[in-house]
Structures are given as C-alpha cells and as structure tokens.
C-alpha cells in the first residue's frame, strides 16, 4: 500500500483551520503526525506542524511541503491531544497551542530576501527613499535580507518602498529559511588508533622534531582511553593544530561528541535527609498510592496548613513512582523555587533531573528539552512552561502552590498550567496532586463536587507551633511619628532583635520601585505612562520612572507637568526604598534586595537564595517571589508591609489572593 500523499498541517497563526499540503514524493512514507515541516504559506514560509496524513483531498490544486525538519516527531500524541484541548478551551489555534509546547530556541526563523533586477532598471520616476534603496542594494551586490536594509537604510517609508519596488517588477522578492539560532554544542576527545603503538626510537624522534605532538601522544598512551582535547591542549601547550596534524599522520583520532548546557545548581546541606511521615502524612500518602499503583487517573487536593510536611507527601510519591518505572513532573510557580526544588530531588534521588523554565538561556532550554525528548529524564522540574516536557510513561504531575497566578499563561495560548497538568494526567491515567495551605476555590470547589479528594494536612511535621501573626494599624504609627513612616516601631524592634540573636528576616512588600507616585503638591497632577494610563513609578535605582505594566522608561520629571511647580513629591513605598531605608536604620547588616529589578540576570534568582541560605544575607527584601515555598530554619521574622494593598486592587479576585 502506497503512503498517503496529502498532510494535514496546523500552522502557528490565529486560524481556527488545518491546512492540506502535498507531500512531495522525496518525503513519501517518511512524514508522520507530531513533525514540524517547512510550507509556504501566502507570500510566506511558515513553520507547520502535521496533524494527520490523509490518502485523499477535495481541493484541486495544493501546495507542496518544502522541507521536513525532524527525524522523530517533537510532538508525541498524547501532547496532541493535550493540545487540542487547549485550543478549543482556550480560544487558539492548533498550531499556536502546538507551538506554545516546544522551546523556542528550535522556531524556524524566515526572513526575505531581496535582490536589484538591474537589466529592468530604466529612467523613471523614483522618490529619494527609492533612490536610496537602490543605491544601498547596487552598493551591497544587489542583494540583502529585509533585516539587514532597516539597518542600512534609514526611512520611514521602507516597506512601502520596497513593495512598490517588486511590483514595478525592479526588485525580487524572496523567502529563505534562516539558520536555527540554537544549535548542538561539541566537543572534541582524542584517542590512540588501534595501529600497534610507536617504537621508542620513533617517539625520541617526535620528541625532538615536535615536541607538543609527542607529548599528546606520550599522554594517550599512558592513560589508554579517550582524553578531553581542550584539557590535553592546555596541559601541553598545543592546539587544535596540533592534533590535525598528528591526525593526517594517523599518530590519534579525533571525535566530536554532544554535550549537554546543563543550568548549575547549588545543592544545601539537608536537601537529602529522609523524614518520617507522620499519620496524617502517612494517611495522604496511602491514599495517592493506592491510585498510582492501580495506575488510574485521579486528581487530589493537598490542602495542609504551613510547614504541614507537603513537600515531604510529594517527595514519597515521587519516589514510589520512580520504583514503578514511571516518570514525573513537578511544577513550581516561581523561578526562584526551582533551584531548592531541584537540589532536594537531586539529593534525595540518584536520578537524571531535567529543569525546564524561562531563567535559562535558550541553549541549557534546548539541551534540557532534548534530554527528556531522549528519555535521559525521569524527572522534570520547573515553571508552567514545564507541564509540556515530552516525558514518556508519565505516572505523576504536582503542582505545588496550587493557586498561584503565575501558572497562568499571559500570551497566546493563554492556558492555566494547573488545568493542563489535570487534562495531561487524564490522558495518561496518571496521577496529579495540587498542593496549597489556601487553594484556589476552583479547586476547593471541584473537591465539593466529587471531580477531586481533598485530602488535609492539619497539624505542623514538626514540633514547632504556628507563628504568631500581629496586625499593626499604620494610621496609629502616623499620628505618633513625623514625618513619612516606613516600618512600624514593633517591626523595628522586632528586626534588631533578631539581628542580636544573628537570626534572618524576611520583608515582603509586593511593589517593586522607590515611590509608586510622583506628584505636584499644587495641581495634583502625577506622572502617568503615555501607553497605558497608569502612574509611574519612581525607580531610584537608574534614576528613572518605569511604568510596570508596558515596561516603557521615562525621565524622572523635574516640574509639574501641567502647571510648572517645583519641587515634587514622591509618595508610596517600594522595595527599594524599603532597602535603602534599613541601610540606614542597621548599617551593620547585610541587606539583599529580590525582585524583577535585581533578577534580570542569569541564575540571579539561585544566587541570592543560595546566599540566603548560607546565612551571608540578614535581611532580605522583596515581591511574591519571595514568599512562597522557601524553607530557611534561620528565619524567625517575617513581616508583611502594607499587607492590605492587594485589597484595594481592581480584580474581583482581589480578596481571594490578598487571603492566599
């Protein structure tokens, strides 16, 4: 029976549709759903994912597939089902749902090339920016890539230009597949030939005619194996060179082998230690173990109380999936988690642990993808991206933290990664365990209605008591302290308190910035963001006003805006004020500020909490990053600044997070 010669192909476009392509007869029999192919699509080329082969077509004519780009296909069925889901709960395409599940560092990049038809340039009618276009053309051989003439070409009117220009038939137009911008590392071993060695006459003539060449080859042979060639070239001064020249000579053989961009991460005396469970852990884990070794789908709540041993329940699942020769996902809602999460798995288990979120660089997200894709994995690790690791025999997903906001997906596809793990654990009868100390009342809800088993952790793993929580009225502070007050006298006192006994505090304030408001005292007027209609913040850290929901940068305003009144005033409390303030009140602690402003860098989110848990920062500050799911025995003081903020918010889920 002859292949089928048609494919069904989603494209990553807003298109509620499938697309029929031709298979041309070099791909008969090689194409199979879950493969990404290069297609042309309108004046474009696009990269398409193939749904189905099909024997059979209504259209009369059709367009050919160009190019196949995987041997294996990067979408397994399972996914594709997960997928279809998504698109049709969550108003997208196929393709964009597709799209939205492998890295980004693997995208095809096109981009159009254009080229001077100088035969059919003749005397006419051409505006200046038209004359520079092809002066810039004629200049660079006739031909270059739009990307490359925004950069030679300054004008307004460019594409504009260049469109009258193909079609007065003066230029022609062409799309080209660009390079994948993340590509495979090497590295190169050398190795002796299995050619009977040199004779030591011959090595004393290498040793005085080439002298690095004979150290190379003295050092193969003493060690009998493959040696790393970056390390032999720095021991012995040689080169890359070197070693050719030693290959055509057949003195060593050259190898290149993938390797692997693996992020690093710090792991924390403890992570492997193994507690016992106590009853009401033990009763939870009996009950998910039950369903896991039945191997049926099933969904739980793990509602418990802070510091109820949730961890430790997910950490003998794990374990016990393990042993049943499946595979497991755990989802974190921070960034800032992944790497205490990471070092506790990696601790506790001798397993291959994949980490899968948007802190690293596309390169370590491509290697990890291809890890698991490989089957190198049996763990993955991370933000909501991590839900669509290619795992196979997938047995478990947790969700730790639950009700976070940060497991939904703000771009298209606009999924909720707690949702997706459910529908994922269903299509492979898998089990998933939501944990949270305040779930979300969806989630709260399901259990009511029977489509989930809340099972509760009411009492502490330890021995320890629930902390005391006190609530200070700040408009009591005001009436007794002058001036602008920042912290309150108890949680001034409560923090040098601390830092006599050489104990740690946490503040969380979930408002980045200096002063939240710039405002002139004479008119009322505040510096607003041009785009959005919201106050700018006062950022003193680069002496700029940034606006938090566009990311635009502006010039910190020295008169008012409307009437010309100098001096401003900044009102509200950020973080880095909060910062700059404790510098001052304990100029001998060593202060550290988490937020999006200090963790823009790579791994910077690891580094401050590794540094945290060594015990070399006193007093750390900063947003909801900071206040979930972290475990420092050190931290005796936590204080919460304007804790009721969040109420005042325009989101009906206002009340619900500001009680999460």
Same mark, same amino acid.
């Given at each position: 029976?002859?292949?089928?010669?048609?494919?069904?192909?989603?494209?990553?476009?807003?298109?509620?549709?499938?697309?029929?392509?031709?298979?041309?007869?070099?791909?008969?029999?090689?194409?199979?759903?879950?493969?990404?192919?290069?297609?042309?699509?309108?004046?474009?080329?696009?990269?398409?994912?193939?749904?189905?082969?099909?024997?059979?077509?209504?259209?009369?004519?059709?367009?050919?597939?160009?190019?196949?780009?995987?041997?294996?296909?990067?979408?397994?069925?399972?996914?594709?089902?997960?997928?279809?889901?998504?698109?049709?709960?969550?108003?997208?395409?196929?393709?964009?749902?597709?799209?939205?599940?492998?890295?980004?560092?693997?995208?095809?990049?096109?981009?159009?090339?254009?080229?001077?038809?100088?035969?059919?340039?003749?005397?006419?009618?051409?505006?200046?920016?038209?004359?520079?276009?092809?002066?810039?053309?004629?200049?660079? %051989?006739?031909?270059?890539?739009?990307?490359?003439?925004?950069?030679?070409?300054?004008?307004?009117?460019?594409?504009?230009?260049?469109?009258?220009?193909?079609?007065?038939?003066?230029?022609?137009?062409?799309?080209?597949?660009?390079?994948?911008?993340?590509?495979?590392?090497?590295?190169?071993?050398?190795?002796?030939?299995?050619?009977?060695?040199?004779?030591?006459? %011959?090595?004393?003539?290498?040793?005085?005619?080439?002298?690095?060449?004979?150290?190379?080859?003295?050092?193969?042979?003493?060690?009998?194996?493959?040696?790393?060639?970056?390390?032999?070239?720095?021991?012995?001064?040689?080169?890359?060179?070197?070693?050719?020249?030693?290959?055509?000579?057949?003195?060593?053989?050259?190898?290149?082998?993938?390797?692997?961009?693996?992020?690093?991460?710090?792991?924390?005396?403890?992570?492997?230690?193994?507690?016992?469970?106590?009853?009401?852990?033990?009763?939870?884990?009996?009950?998910?173990?039950?369903?896991?070794?039945?191997?049926?789908?099933?969904?739980?709540?793990?509602?418990?109380?802070?510091?109820?041993?949730?961890?430790?329940?997910?950490?003998?699942?794990?374990?016990?999936?393990?042993?049943?020769?499946?595979?497991?996902?755990?989802?974190?809602?921070?960034?800032?988690?992944?790497?205490?999460?990471?070092?506790?798995?990696?601790?506790?288990?001798?397993?291959?642990?994949?980490?899968?979120?948007?802190?690293?660089?596309?390169?370590?997200?491509?290697?990890?993808?291809?890890?698991?894709?490989?089957?190198?994995?049996?763990?993955?690790?991370?933000?909501?991206?991590?839900?669509?690791?290619?795992?196979?025999?997938?047995?478990?997903?947790?969700?730790?933290?639950?009700?976070?906001?940060?497991?939904?997906?703000?771009?298209?596809?606009?999924?909720?990664?707690?949702?997706?793990?459910?529908?994922?654990?269903?299509?492979?009868?898998?089990?998933?365990?939501?944990?949270?100390?305040?779930?979300?009342?969806?989630?709260?809800?399901?259990?009511?209605?029977?489509?989930?088993?809340?099972?509760?952790?009411?009492?502490?793993?330890?021995?320890?008591?629930?902390?005391?929580?006190?609530?200070?009225?700040?408009?009591?502070?005001?009436?007794?302290?002058?001036?602008?007050?920042?912290?309150?006298?108890?949680?001034?006192?409560?923090?040098?308190?601390?830092?006599?006994?050489?104990?740690?505090?946490?503040?969380?304030?979930?408002?980045?910035?200096?002063?939240?408001?710039?405002?002139?005292?004479?008119?009322?007027?505040?510096?607003?963001?041009?785009?959005?209609?919201?106050?700018?913040?006062?950022?003193?850290?680069?002496?700029?006003?940034?606006?938090?929901?566009?990311?635009?940068?502006?010039?910190?305003?020295?008169?008012?805006?409307?009437?010309?009144?100098?001096?401003?005033?900044?009102?509200?409390?950020?973080?880095?004020?909060?910062?700059?303030?404790?510098?001052?009140?304990?100029?001998?602690?060593?202060?550290?500020?988490?937020?999006?402003?200090?963790?823009?860098?790579?791994?910077?989110?690891?580094?401050?909490?590794?540094?945290?848990?060594?015990?070399?920062?006193?007093?750390?500050?900063?947003?909801?990053?900071?206040?979930?799911?972290?475990?420092?025995?050190?931290?005796?003081?936590?204080?919460?600044?304007?804790?009721?903020?969040?109420?005042?918010?325009?989101?009906?889920?206002?009340?619900?997070?500001?009680?999460?």
């Amino acid at each position: 029976m002859s292949p089928p010669p048609f494919a069904h192909v989603a494209l990553p476009l807003p298109l509620d549709q499938l697309f029929t392509y031709k298979i041309p007869e070099t791909l008969l029999g090689k194409l199979c759903p879950g493969m990404r192919v290069i297609v042309p699509f309108q004046r474009q080329i696009q990269t398409g994912y193939i749904v189905s082969l099909e024997t059979e077509t209504d259209f009369d004519k059709t367009r050919s597939i160009q190019a196949l780009l995987d041997e294996k296909p990067v979408i397994q069925p399972d996914m594709m089902n997960v997928c279809e889901w998504i698109a049709q709960y969550y108003c997208c395409s196929l393709g964009e749902a597709l799209h939205g599940t492998i890295p980004s560092g693997i995208a095809v990049r096109t981009s159009k090339k254009f080229t001077l038809l100088t035969n059919n340039i003749t005397a006419g009618r051409f505006t200046d920016s038209q004359r520079a276009l092809i002066a810039t053309l004629h200049t660079h %051989k006739g031909t270059l890539t739009d990307t490359q003439l925004k950069k030679h070409v300054d004008s307004p009117t460019l594409k504009k230009d260049l469109l009258s220009l193909v079609k007065r038939n003066l230029l022609s137009e062409e799309t080209i597949v660009l390079e994948e911008r993340i590509t495979v590392q090497h590295e190169t071993w050398l190795s002796l030939p299995d050619s009977p060695p040199l004779s030591k006459a %011959k090595i004393v003539t290498l040793q005085r005619r080439a002298p690095k060449q004979a150290a190379l080859y003295l050092d193969l042979l003493r060690n009998s194996g493959e040696l790393l060639a970056q390390t032999l070239y720095m021991q012995h001064g040689a080169s890359s060179g070197t070693a050719k020249t030693m290959e055509e000579k057949g003195l060593l053989e050259r190898t290149k082998k993938e390797i692997y961009r693996s992020p690093v991460i710090n792991l924390l005396p403890g992570d492997a230690e193994k507690f016992d469970l106590n009853p009401e852990q033990q009763s939870a884990f009996d009950t998910i173990a039950d369903t896991l070794q039945r191997e049926e789908y099933a969904t739980f709540l793990l509602q418990g109380i802070t510091g109820s041993g949730k961890t430790e329940v997910y950490l003998h699942v794990i374990e016990l999936t393990l042993a049943l020769d499946k595979t497991a996902i755990m989802l974190v809602p921070e960034i800032s988690l992944t790497p205490q999460t990471v070092g506790r798995l990696m601790a506790r288990f001798d397993k291959k642990i994949a980490v899968l979120h948007s802190g690293l660089s596309q390169g370590e997200r491509f290697d990890e993808w291809r890890r698991v894709q490989r089957g190198e994995v049996q763990i993955v690790v991370g933000a909501r991206s991590a839900i669509f690791a290619p795992l196979k025999n997938l047995g478990l997903i947790v969700v730790d933290e639950e009700h976070d906001t940060s497991y939904k997906q703000s771009d298209t596809p606009r999924y909720h990664a707690r949702d997706v793990a459910i529908v994922r654990a269903q299509q492979n009868q898998a089990v998933c365990i939501l944990g949270s100390a305040t779930p979300s009342i969806e989630s709260y809800q399901n259990t009511e209605r029977g489509k989930s088993t809340r099972l509760q952790l009411n009492e502490r793993a330890t021995s320890g008591e629930l902390p005391e929580v006190e609530i200070i009225d700040m408009r009591e502070e005001s009436k007794e302290q002058a001036g602008e007050v920042v912290l309150s006298r108890v949680l001034e006192t409560a923090i040098t308190q601390r830092l006599a006994q050489n104990e740690q505090v946490i503040l969380l304030l979930n408002r980045r910035g200096h002063s939240p408001f710039v405002l002139c005292p004479q008119c009322g007027w505040s510096a607003e963001c041009l785009h959005c209609n919201v106050t700018l913040t006062y950022h003193a850290k680069g002496n700029h006003m940034a606006c938090h929901y566009c990311n635009a940068q502006h010039p910190v305003p020295l008169v008012c805006g409307e009437c010309h009144f100098n001096p401003l005033i900044y009102l509200g409390t950020g973080t880095q004020k909060i910062e700059d303030y404790l510098q001052t009140a304990y100029p001998e602690a060593r202060i550290a500020r988490m937020d999006r402003d200090t963790t823009q860098g790579k791994d910077s989110h690891a580094k401050i909490l590794h540094q945290f848990a060594n015990r070399q920062i006193d007093i750390l500050v900063g947003t909801q990053m900071i206040a979930k799911g972290h475990d420092y025995p050190s931290v005796t003081l936590v204080g919460v600044i304007n804790a009721d903020t969040g109420l005042t918010l325009p989101d009906f889920r206002a009340a619900e997070t500001g009680f999460q």
